[in-house]
């Protein structure tokens, strides 16, 4: 497992990287690591879902703490940096198989679901599918934070002559808004791990156990007859960001009374590469901290 991997190589291959000081990193790392230390109940977490003794479960804690300052970095460098510098991020990423993957956003008019996970450097990865994307087809990404001039910075580097990006805030008319524009051919960006605080839930089986997990990508894909195209990131030993992507899911058309079942299916489809990822990386994806709140009594 990555987690075994030496936590202070990973910030210095980050810190050559990433151009901030070194310095500067490891303060950073230093002040979260010693509030990190007392999660008692991330340790207690990760010893339970993943069956890890407790110095490894430690090892997972001190690796996502620098994940999650790495993540931060990320986007503040990106939300900062010159257009021109904007481009170099994006070639920074190992993204495998993306010759396939470009074609197929270019040959496949029909709407399309991205759907991602808190994982790895994945604007980098949508930044790479956003300037790959040919034609006049939009793409639009679903926030649940209010506007920053943090965030409005970050997307202006996404656009081009070419390009539009438009941000849909998640309130009760953006499932409707998300729909119009699938059926329309044009591509949504979601992010599928979340809890019950972002929306409605279906229950599905995660990390081994029977879990809340938002339905809206694979609920919104049905009734905006699009495509689903799962993508997975994360950092290699070296610092470089990776990004994956899955077979396309194409779902097949819902009848109004099975559109329960089928969103629950896909779901769990998605979730299943999810976990495997997850499993793979444990100390690179954010959310652990929604674990208590996603689990639940009854068996999906």
Not at 12 to 41: D, E
Not at 65 to 92: G, M, Q
Not at 193 to 208: M, P, W
């Amino acid at each position: 497992m990555s987690h075994k991997s030496n936590t202070v190589m990973q910030l210095i291959h980050f810190a050559r990287r990433s151009g901030y000081p070194f310095r500067f990193c490891v303060n950073l790392l230093q002040k979260s690591l010693s509030t990190a230390l007392h999660y008692k109940s991330f340790v207690d977490l990760i010893q339970q879902v993943l069956g890890e003794n407790r110095r490894q479960s430690l090892a997972i804690l001190k690796g996502w703490v620098l994940y999650t300052v790495v993540s931060r970095f990320c986007w503040i460098k990106l939300a900062d940096c010159s257009c021109s510098a904007a481009n170099s991020h994006h070639s920074d990423l190992a993204f495998l198989d993306v010759q396939r993957v470009v074609n197929y956003l270019n040959s496949h008019q029909r709407g399309l679901v991205i759907a991602t996970i808190h994982m790895g450097d994945y604007l980098a990865a949508f930044l790479t599918l956003s300037r790959s994307i040919s034609g006049d087809r939009q793409v639009y990404i679903v926030r649940n934070k209010n506007w920053s001039s943090e965030e409005e910075r970050l997307m202006r580097r996404f656009q081009s002559k070419q390009l539009s990006v438009v941000v849909i805030r998640h309130d009760p008319a953006s499932a409707r808004k998300v729909i119009r524009q699938l059926r329309r051919g044009n591509i949504v960006i979601l992010l599928f791990d979340l809890s019950e605080i972002c929306g409605g839930t279906t229950t599905v089986r995660f990390l081994g156990r029977p879990m809340k997990i938002v339905r809206g990508p694979a609920e919104l894909a049905l009734l905006g007859w699009a495509d689903i195209l799962p993508i997975m990131c994360h950092f290699d030993d070296q610092g470089t960001p990776v990004a994956e992507a899955f077979p396309v899911i194409r779902p097949s058309t819902a009848k109004k009374q099975k559109l329960t079942e089928s969103t629950q299916q896909i779901t769990q489809q998605l979730i299943d590469i999810a976990d495997r990822h997850i499993r793979k990386y444990p100390e690179q994806w954010h959310h652990w901290p929604l674990i208590p709140q996603m689990l639940c009594l009854s068996e999906p």
